[in-house]
C-alpha cells in the first residue's frame, strides 16, 4: 500500500469499529507506527505529544484489534478499522466525541428506540405499541403471525405495493416481539454472524 505522510513524517488514521461502523477516534502513524500495527494486529499510534509511539490501551488495556486497513483516495489519510475492547476515548466513553458504539441498523435502530420509549410509557390511550403490549406477549407474537400471513399472501400476488405494505408492518411487529422477549436487532446479528464463521 502507497501511504503518502506528510512533511513530519505522519498520515491520519480515523479509527473505525467495524461492526457498527461508528467512528471511535483519529491519531497519526508513522511508518514504524503502521507496520507495528500491521504486525502485532493492534492499533499504534505515533504520539505527537509524547514523541513515541503508542499502543492503544498500553496502560488502560482498551485495546483496538486490528481488522483491516485502507487508504484514501489521495493515499494520505488511513480508514483503520477495528474490533475495540472497552472504550476507546481516555475518559472512558465509547468515541472521543461521547457517543455511544451501538449497533446501527439504520432507521430500525431509531425504530427500536422508539418501541422502547413508547413501551416505557405506558400511554395506552395514545400509543399503539404501549396498547398491544400490554395485552402481554401472546398478543404481540399473534399479530407477528398475522403479518407472516398477510406477508406471504401478498408475495404469491403481483401487487409489490401491498407486498412492501405488509413486510413493513410484519418487521415493525417483529421489532415489538423482540423488544417482549427482551432482545434487539443486535442479538439477531449476532447469531448470523456466528452461523457465518
Not at 409489490?160 to 418487521?171: T, V
Request: with cysteine; glycine share 6%; aromatic share 8%.
Amino acid at each position: 500500500m502507497t501511504i503518502k505522510y506528510d512533511k513530519n513524517g505522519l498520515v491520519p488514521a480515523i479509527i473505525q469499529d467495524a461492526s457498527t461502523k461508528q467512528v471511535l477516534m483519529l491519531g497519526y502513524m508513522n511508518e514504524e507506527a503502521y507496520h507495528k500495527t500491521i504486525d502485532s494486529k493492534l492499533v499504534t499510534f505515533f504520539s505527537r505529544s509524547k514523541q513515541r509511539l503508542w499502543t492503544k490501551g498500553e496502560e488502560s488495556g482498551n485495546v483496538l484489534h486490528l481488522v483491516d486497513v485502507k487508504n484514501d483516495c489521495d493515499n494520505d489519510t488511513l480508514l483503520v478499522r477495528v474490533n475495540p475492547e472497552g472504550p476507546t476515548c481516555h475518559t472512558g466513553t465509547d468515541t472521543c466525541w461521547s457517543e455511544e458504539n451501538r449497533s446501527q441498523f439504520g432507521f430500525f435502530s431509531e425504530l427500536e428506540r422508539i418501541i422502547d420509549q413508547r413501551v416505557a410509557s405506558k400511554d395506552t390511550d395514545n400509543s399503539y405499541v404501549a396498547r398491544l403490549f400490554s395485552k402481554g406477549i401472546n398478543k404481540v407474537a399473534q399479530k407477528v403471525g398475522e403479518e407472516a400471513v398477510e406477508t406471504v399472501i401478498e408475495a404469491m400476488d403481483t401487487n409489490d405495493e401491498l407486498f412492501i405494505y405488509e413486510s413493513a408492518d410484519l418487521l415493525f411487529h417483529y421489532l415489538m416481539l423482540l423488544k417482549a422477549k427482551g432482545f434487539s436487532l443486535k442479538d439477531i446479528e449476532n447469531e448470523l454472524k456466528s452461523r457465518h464463521k
